[in-house]
């Protein structure tokens, strides 16, 4: 039987260290390639557009509220308003095709960033994976804000801040500057989800968390640009003129809650509405309501 010296000890934990070093992460995938949304989950919100008054399963603000209920579609005709952007926080759940590729240093092969491309409105994005800071709270926002991102473990986590105000939902549920974002990236095979977690002090009460699915597309057609110009849709509208309704004014209050065949308190939102347990109290509030109609 061979006897190990500590020389010869010393010299294999070196050889395997060298080994362990010199083998990329096993835990870090790669997301370079064409993606496509599978729009199965949460499709009417993510195709044509959510229902007006439909606030249901958002843990919105009264602040947030009354900007919805203020909301009148006709804005999008207005030329500041046409080609205006998707933010961060939603643009991954609008119709879209995205791309991603690695940038590595040349000389260590160290992964220094992951670049994006999402072809609705031609956002280019870059997650940072240097280890670089977030800048401080007054520089620019930007429409994709500022990401870095780390591996932990089979998972991607990104964050990201400095991100422009929009909205949350396509129906006048707006998002502050102040909004950041968490995201946790899984890849399966040609499979990936994200899920974010979204946090705004001024517009949610707690944070929205939300899963989208993508797709591979190993044979990825053409269509990345995304041409916009402004023209002037409505003819006749006065300078300065932004479409909107004045609170408790607006003709579609309660539409959609008559249309569903629910209460419309049911619609107004709310962190409590995003828990079964609401189902439950509205079913008792309504039994107890047709109860004193008898």
Not at 1 to 8: G, H, L
Not at 186 to 209: C, F, K, Q, S
Not at 236 to 260: C, I, N, R, W
Request: one cysteine or more; a neutral charge.
């Amino acid at each position: 039987m061979s006897i190990i010296t500590r020389p010869r000890l010393a010299g294999l934990a070196l050889l395997m260290a060298a080994t362990l070093m010199s083998r990329p992460a096993q835990a870090q995938f790669n997301m370079s390639g064409d993606w496509s949304p599978l729009v199965h989950e949460d499709q009417p919100e993510r195709g044509p557009g959510p229902e007006l008054g439909d606030y249901l399963g958002l843990p919105i603000t009264d602040g947030a509220r009354l900007h919805a209920d203020s909301w009148d579609a006709s804005r999008l005709t207005l030329r500041e308003h046409q080609c205006k952007v998707h933010t961060v926080n939603y643009i991954y759940r609008g119709p879209l095709q995205t791309r991603f590729w690695e940038e590595k240093d040349p000389y260590t092969q160290q992964l220094v960033a992951i670049k994006g491309y999402v072809s609705t409105y031609e956002q280019p994005r870059t997650i940072w994976m240097d280890g670089r800071p977030h800048p401080p709270e007054y520089e620019k926002h930007t429409w994709q804000g500022f990401s870095t991102g780390k591996f932990d473990g089979d998972i991607l986590t990104v964050y990201t801040t400095h991100i422009k105000s929009e909205w949350t939902r396509r129906n006048g549920i707006p998002n502050s500057e102040f909004t950041t974002m968490v995201e946790h990236w899984v890849r399966h095979g040609n499979m990936a989800t994200i899920v974010t977690v979204v946090t705004d002090p001024v517009y949610l009460t707690e944070p929205l968390v939300k899963s989208t699915d993508f797709r591979l597309n190993e044979r990825p057609a053409g269509g990345w640009l995304w041409p916009c110009e402004y023209v002037d849709e409505v003819a006749g509208q006065k300078q300065g003129y932004v479409p909107h309704y004045l609170p408790g004014k607006s003709p579609f209050y309660g539409e959609f809650a008559k249309k569903m065949g629910i209460p419309v308190e049911a619609t107004r939102g709310g962190a409590e509405t995003m828990f079964p347990e609401y189902a439950i109290k509205i079913r008792a509030a309504a039994n107890e309501s047709a109860a004193k109609g008898k």
